[in-house]
């Protein structure tokens, strides 16, 4: 089996910083794409950002400029740093990963959640 384990939400004011980790563990033979996506109440879930392959990474428009997503390979790790915060920002976000485990093969996995709530 695999888990996707979250940290790093909570409230922070307008303007001001969050960074989100995502680990994965269990089996894991490769990991192909690990991102976040988030939903606001009354809407629907976006994506936020993923990186592919270690390098590759794409984002919504919304967030280009201020977010910046990043892997660490040797810990199944990613992480996103989330600077000049907005209200509308405010959401839950959720990691996923798209991971080939030893014996189950490629499947899509999700974290729990973490709220990230910026103050006006």
């Known amino acids: 089996q695999v888990q996707l384990v979250e940290s790093g939400g909570g409230l922070v004011q307008s303007g001001g910083s969050l960074r989100l980790s995502c680990a994965a563990s269990?089996?894991?033979?490769?990991?192909?794409?690990m991102g976040w996506y988030r939903q606001a109440p009354g809407k629907q879930r976006e994506l936020v950002a993923h990186?592919?392959?270690?390098?590759?990474?794409n984002y919504t428009d919304s967030v280009k400029g201020r977010f910046t997503i990043a892997g660490d390979n040797a810990k199944n790790t990613v992480y996103l740093q989330m600077n000049s915060l907005k209200p509308e920002d405010t959401a839950v976000y959720s990691c996923?990963?798209?991971?080939?485990?030893?014996?189950?093969?490629?499947?899509?996995?999700w974290g729990q959640g973490t709220q990230v709530t910026v103050s006006s």
């Open positions: 996923y990963a798209y991971i080939q485990g030893y014996s189950k093969g490629w499947s899509h996995y």
């Open positions: 269990g089996s894991i033979f490769r990991i192909n794409t």
């Open positions: 990186i592919t392959s270690g390098t590759n990474t």
